[in-house]
């Protein structure tokens, strides 16, 4: 199966400041990946599909990149609702994998 | 607004069944749109795929736990299922159903997550 490592597993943040996280395939999975924000005593939230398309409602802040093994997420601009858990998951070959997450805390 | 929503036991016996069922308001299961998924995640762990099914009631499940496992779905109430049998401690962890688009199986709504404790 793919193995997905996020790095890092905490990443401190100012609010205004842009956080970048990131997220490597044991093999190449394509464009295969989404994020995910999930914060406590919330339902996940999808936020990035095929590793850079926006989901339905999500600010221009967020933006992702990459392809192969090698993927990142950008938030320009952090605001207080961004912070939360970010994890990836490859959706291109079975069964789904994640990765563990990264904690975006403020500063 | 689709709306999914886990109910069952948060407490079972190391060696019994686990059974967890998933309520979806908001979408129809027979809709065909969508697969029908459970994941989990242990206790300082990432999350784990366990499988997903189909209104048909096709389903595929993770070979790391294809043994142990059975889903199904009941169109008329609108709600899937998931069954893990022979539980361990190992076992231990916050369950949560997600719809998965098919083709891309990208996860657009999520469960609460229930959490599950197996006790010896």
């Known amino acids: 199966e793919v193995v997905m490592t996020q790095s890092p597993a905490t990443l401190s943040v100012s609010p205004g400041e842009r956080a970048t996280l990131s997220c490597r395939a044991s093999q190449g999975i394509s464009s295969g990946l989404a994020w995910y924000q999930h914060k406590p005593g919330q339902v996940p939230r999808l936020v990035m599909s095929?590793?850079?398309t926006r989901a339905t409602g999500i600010p221009a802040r967020f933006s992702g990149s990459g392809s192969g093994t090698d993927f990142t997420l950008t938030i320009s601009s952090l605001q207080s609702e961004d912070f939360a858990v970010y994890f990836c998951q490859q959706f291109n070959s079975w069964p789904l994998t994640f990765g563990g997450g990264t904690k975006v805390e403020i500063k | 607004q689709v709306q999914l929503q886990e109910s069952g036991p948060g407490l079972v016996k190391s060696s019994q069944t686990l059974s967890l069922t998933c309520s979806v308001s908001?979408?129809?299961?027979?809709?065909?749109?969508?697969?029908w998924s459970w994941m989990r995640q242990p206790p300082g762990k990432g999350l784990e795929c366990i499988g997903h099914?189909?209104?048909?009631?096709?389903?595929y499940f993770n070979p790391s736990l294809k043994s142990r496992v059975d889903m199904s779905v009941d169109t008329s109430s609108n709600r899937f299922s998931l069954r893990l049998f022979s539980v361990t401690a190992a076992d231990t962890a916050v369950y949560y159903c997600a719809r998965g688009g098919p083709g891309t199986m990208i996860f657009d709504s999520w469960g609460q997550g229930t959490l599950v404790t197996v006790s010896s």
């Open positions: 095929g590793a850079s």
């Open positions: 908001g979408d129809s299961i027979s809709s065909g749109n969508y697969y």
């Open positions: 099914i189909y209104y048909t009631g096709s389903s």
